[in-house]
């Protein structure tokens, strides 16, 4: 099967949440902790592009303040992949995807940044 991925930005809302239809299942209070995923994949990048390579703890730091942000998550996954493979990669090299998905109450919310390393 011929199959093309075309890869886009992400579209945002001003405050930096990813668009998506699931947003309208967010309470209000739930939709302004959500800006904590958008905020915790600009810390992870801040740090990466500050020179950190290690995974673990940038994703230790990620958890960090999405528990301090929101109320009761359920982080499902942060990861930090290969871009080409979407294998986890202990030290940061190359093209990598942070990845993350959150429950926020109901709502399950997904967001991911790409860089270069």
Known sequence: MPIEIVVGP???EPDGLAMSSRNVYLSPAE????????????LAERMIRDGERDAAKTIS?????ILREV????IEYIEIVNRATLHPMPTL?????IALAVRIGRTRLIDNFMLTV
């Open 71 to 74: 109320s009761s998550p359920v």
């Open 61 to 65: 730091t990620m958890k960090s303040l």
């Open 31 to 42: 939709r302004q902790q959500a800006t904590a995923l958008y905020h915790t994949l600009t």
């Open 93 to 97: 090299t190359g093209n990598i995807i």
């Open 10 to 12: 992400t579209l945002r």
